[in-house]
Antibody, heavy 119, light 112 residues
Framework: QVQLQQWGAGLLKPSETLSLTCAVY????????WSWIRQPPGKGLEWIGE???????TYNPSLKSRVTISLDTSKSQFSLKLRSVTAADTAVYYC?????????????WGQGTLVTVSS | DIVMTQTPLSSPVTLGQPASISCRSS???????????LSWLQQRPGQPPRLLIY???NRFSGVPDRFSGSGAGTDFTLKISRVEAEDVGVYYC?????????FGQGTKLEIK
């Protein structure tokens, strides 16, 4: 059973860089896309972007100038960096696997990390 | 961006009774390859979302058969044949036909 476990700093000041990592257990990074999604408190879901081992990264245009998703095959991990954060970036951030065989569905998710941006 | 609109936003249901959630997209979700990348996710309180249905009507592994999906083009429906207590949560539709992937605003399923 594939498991995703994520971690990272939970409290940031405005203008800092958000950095989260997601480890993939019982599965390989190969053959899938790996994605980040966020959810502001009490609100809905927003797709941040995805990447794969081929480097085919795609980002939400609303965040593209500030986001990088990268993969580390040696550690079976992928990460999210979001630069110059503001209070509007306060949210629970989730990592997830994107699977073409599941119709590009997000079929495995991390547990979520609450990131709060406050001065 | 493709806008996904769900109705209703809240659905009080009696245990054992059916429930239905609609999702409409601002443009057709039929991809140039002929597939329609519409999925449904369930988010129980305090949990990450979970994939229920992909490509309109395919249940993901382990999803009970009381969940079913249907629709085409721009109009889609998630049905629960007999609601159980564990079904309480928020349900989202999501499109992956066009970047950026987008979600509906969510429908909260609660027990009467």
């Amino acid at each position: 059973q594939v498991q995703l476990q994520q971690w990272g700093a939970g409290l940031l000041k405005p203008s800092e860089t958000l950095s989260l990592t997601c480890a993939v257990y019982s599965g390989s990074l190969s053959d899938y896309y790996w994605s980040w999604i966020r959810q502001p408190p009490g609100k809905g879901l927003e797709w941040i972007g995805e990447n794969n081992l081929g480097g085919s990264a795609t980002y939400n245009p609303s965040l593209k100038s500030r986001v990088t998703i990268s993969l580390d095959t040696s550690k079976s991990q992928f990460s999210l960096k979001l630069r110059s954060v503001t209070a509007a970036d306060t949210a629970v951030y989730y990592c997830a696997r994107v699977d073409e065989s599941s119709g590009w569905g997000l079929n495995y998710w991390g547990q979520g990390t609450l990131v709060t941006v406050s001065s | 961006d493709i806008v996904m609109t769900q109705t209703p936003l809240s659905s009080p249901v009696t245990l054992g009774q059916p429930a239905s959630i609609s999702c409409r997209s601002s443009q057709s979700l039929v991809h140039s390859n002929g597939n329609t990348y519409l999925s449904w996710l369930q988010q129980r309180p305090g949990q990450p979302p979970r994939l229920l249905i992909y490509k309109i009507s395919n249940r993901f592994s382990g999803v009970p058969d009381r969940f079913s999906g249907s629709g085409a083009g721009t109009d889609f429906t998630l049905k629960i044949s007999r609601v159980e207590a564990e079904d309480v949560g928020v349900y989202y539709c999501m499109q992956a036909t066009q970047f950026p992937y987008t979600f509906g605003q969510g429908t909260k399923l609660e027990i009467k």
